[in-house]
């Protein structure tokens, strides 16, 4: 890291255009060269609804309440007068027909340009963010899960550098609309195993060099996320107030199956989930037990950090070689 990447001066921010969120981070350079968050906000859209369909395209409906949402947040980024802000943009957007009409309504409707991520640089960026986790693991090697609406990201981390990357289609969006019937109703065992099914095929296929069980896995994304939060509330404690990031297995498969057995509508009462989330939460955690069985490892590390703290800390380090 370069001498002047701690300047808490600066602000930059990163618009990241998820499958079933979009999220604003303001960061600045923090102590030790990491991106320190300023200001976050999270705004449900479910822009990639669909994405599990042959000839997928993105909902006008979809597209208009997107670019409402980044034209609010690049207002908010830019009265901070954070400089530059980059939007960028993941599977909802490169896997559908109709993804440059959404880049130039973005363009049009918040004056920025929409970087559209291939499944390599998005996961290039969440390995990147979670390097400068100041929690994370004191491992030289550890595996990052991060799990969006589209697509999970797997990403083998050496020394806090990416060293192999891959972007897997088992996105909690795509596998509820491929295998859950009604999200509203609960959701039977035939149906989570099928999901664990698919889970263990792409990743028993797709080559990854899986760690060792004794090493760390990392997990990122809002799915774990909220995974923290109930498990946290579970055991009376916050995130803000410190909740431990280690997140045991067999807890990930109790809080699946309690999650399972109710409709939609008592998931959101009992344990405050907002709807866009409780329906696919279930799917999601699949998908993470499915990792953790994989590994062996018996616990999930979650961490804040993520892609959005990739982008802000690549623009903050160029910030600081331009001042040299």
Known sequence: MSAGYSDATRLVACIDIGSNTIKLLIARGGPGGSPEAVDEVTLPVRLGAGISHEGYELAAEGMEQAVQAVQALADRARMREAEPIIATATSAVRDASN???FRDRIAAGAGL???VLDGDEEA???ARGVASDPTLPATPRCTLVDIGGGSMELVRIVNREPDVRISLPLGAVRLTERFVSDPTQPIGGSTLRAIAEEARNVLGSCGFPWARPAEPVVGTGGAVTWARVLLGHDRGLTTAGGANPRLPADELRDLL???AALPQHEREAR???PPQRADILPA???VLTACLE?????ALHHSFYNLRFGVCAELLEH???IRR
């Open 99 to 101: 993804g440059t009409e």
């Open 113 to 115: 340009s929409v970087r």
């Open 124 to 126: 290039r960026y969440i």
């Open 257 to 259: 199956n309690t999650l």
């Open 271 to 273: 344990f405050s989930l």
């Open 284 to 286: 999601a955690l699949v």
């Open 294 to 298: 994989h590994t062996g490892a018996p």
């Open 319 to 321: 910030a600081a070689e």
